[in-house]
Nanobody
Framework: QVQLVESGGGAVQAGDSLRLSCAAS????????MGWFRQAPGKEREIVAG????????YYAESVKGRFTISRDDAKPTVYLQMNSLKPEDTAVYYC?????????????????WGQGTQVTVSS
């Protein structure tokens, strides 16, 4: 079992920055990949960024590429999402996720563990 706890969400204005953190605990040695998803009301949950824990390969959604950066701390373990140049369309509940598989899946239905979510609201 892996437990995930997110923090760092909040309300900001367009152009501002936020950094989300996700601390993992439990049987983290079984984790192959970690990532961030987001879901706005009435929309599907979509991947924002993901990283293979062992290989360090990262993926970014086209809508956030160049603005968001995913990083990791091997000692904790913890993953971060640095969000710069935020836009109103970034408003959503952001979820940290972990997966036993080494493959970085884009679909949220393929992931094993989820955090509780943290709200990010960007006003124009």
């Amino acid at each position: 079992q892996v437990q995930l706890v997110e923090s760092g969400g909040g309300a900001v204005q367009a152009g501002d920055s936020l950094r989300l953190s996700c601390a993992a605990s439990g049987r983290t040695f079984s984790t192959g990949t970690m990532g961030w998803f987001r879901q706005a009301p009435g929309k599907e949950r979509e991947i924002v960024a993901g990283i293979s824990w062992s290989a360090g390969r990262a993926y970014y959604a086209e809508s956030v590429k160049g603005r968001f950066t995913i990083s990791r701390d091997d000692a904790k373990p913890t993953v971060y999402l640095q969000m710069n140049s935020l836009k109103p369309e970034d408003t959503a509940v952001y979820y940290c996720a972990a997966n036993r598989a080494f493959i970085l899946y884009r679909a949220w239905t393929q992931w094993d563990y989820w955090g509780q979510g943290t709200q990010v609201t960007v006003s124009s």
